[in-house]
C-alpha cells in the first residue's frame, strides 16, 4: 500500500499522506527534537512536538546511530521506550539472539505487534550503524529499518488485532533505560518478558542522539533509474491521452 501512495505522489506530483519517501536521513531536514543525553523523558502522549499536535497518534519517524557488541545477554535492552504495558512501544536489542525488535502494545496491552531484525556478524562488529524505526498511523503498524534497508512492519502476535491508534500510554519514555516502570507489554497487559536497561549491550551515539519527526512516516525508498522515469513518464502520458 506505500509503495502505491507513493508511485501515485510521484506520478500526480503530490504527496497524499504524511508518508515521506527518502534515500538518506538527511532528506528529512532537521528533526523536531533530538534527544542527546540517556536516560528518562517525559511520555509523548498528547505531547505537542514540532507543532504536531497528540504526536503519540500522528505518524512519526525516530532515528539513533548505535554500536552493538556482541555477547551472550539475553535480556531485551532497551535502546527507546515509552509508554506501558498496556500502551507503549520499545526499541531493544537482544544481545544473545543477535536481535533488534520493536514491540507495540495497544487495545488495553492486549494487542502485540513485533518486527524484528536478525543482525549480522557485520552490522554486529561494524561499529555504528544507522536504525530508524516509522510509524504509519493509518495502518497502526511500525516499520524498522536497519542500514537504510526494511526488516518489515510490525506483525500481529496475539488473537486480538491492534486497533487503537496510540503508540505512547501515560507512563514515561526513555533512551538507553527504562523512563518509567514498564516498557511495551507482552499482549497480557504485562510488561514485556526480560526487559532491561540497555547497559554495556550495546552504545546509542549521543552525538546524532535520538532524533524524532512528528507527524512523519519515512520510507526508505530506491531513486528509480533514468530509464523507469521514462518509463513512467509514457505511461502518465499514456494514460492522459486515454482519458480526452
Known amino acids: 500500500m506505500k509503495a502505491l501512495i507513493l ?9 497524499s499522506s504524511t508518508t515521506v519517501s527518502i534515500s538518506s536521513l538527511d532528506d528529512l531536514g532537521a528533526p523536531s527534537e533530538v534527544i542527546n543525553t540517556l536516560g528518562s523523558m517525559p511520555t509523548y502522549s498528547n505531547r505537542t512536538v ?9 505518524d512519526a519517524t525516530f532515528a539513533v546511530s548505535i554500536d552493538f557488541n556482541a555477547g551472550d545477554s539475553i535480556n531485551n535492552g532497551v535502546i ?3 509508554g506501558g504495558a498496556t500502551i507503549g512501544s520499545t526499541l531493544s536489542y537482544n544481545q544473545g539472539a543477535s536481535t533488534l525488535s520493536v514491540h507495540h502494545s495497544s487495545n488495553s496491552g492486549l494487542a ?9 556478524e557485520a552490522q554486529i562488529s561494524g ?17 524498522l529499518f536497519v542500514g537504510g534497508v526494511s526488516s518489515g512492519t510490525a506483525v500481529d502476535t496475539t488473537a486480538v488485532a491492534r486497533t487503537q491508534n ?7 519514555a526513555g533512551l538507553g533505560q527504562f523512563g518509567g516502570n514498564f516498557a511495551a507489554g507482552n499482549g497480557s497487559n504485562q510488561n514485556l518478558a526480560a526487559i532491561a536497561n540497555l547497559e554495556d549491550t550495546a552504545e546509542i551515539n549521543l552525538n546524532t542522539g535520538l532524533r524524532f519527526w512528528a507527524g512523519t512516516d519515512a520510507q526508505f525508498v530506491g ?10 513518464g509514457f505511461a502518465s502520458l499514456f494514460v492522459m491521452r486515454r482519458q480526452r
Not at 7 to 15: E, Q
Not at 127 to 143: C, F, K, Q
Not at 166 to 172: A, D, F, L, P, T
Request: a negative charge.
Open 7 to 15: 508511485l501515485s505522489a510521484f506520478l500526480v506530483g503530490t504527496a
Open 50 to 58: 514540532g507543532g504536531v499536535e497528540a504526536v503519540n497518534s500522528k
Open 80 to 82: 527507546w521506550e515509552s
Open 112 to 120: 502485540l505487534g513485533v518486527v524484528t531484525h536478525n543482525l549480522t
Open 127 to 143: 561499529g555504528d550503524i544507522e536504525v530508524m524505526w516509522a510509524y504509519d498511523a493509518s495502518a497502526i503498524e511500525w516499520e
Open 166 to 172: 496510540n503508540w505512547s500510554g501515560g507512563n514515561g
Open 223 to 232: 531513486v528509480p533509474e533514468p530509464s523507469s522515469i521514462v518509463l513512467l
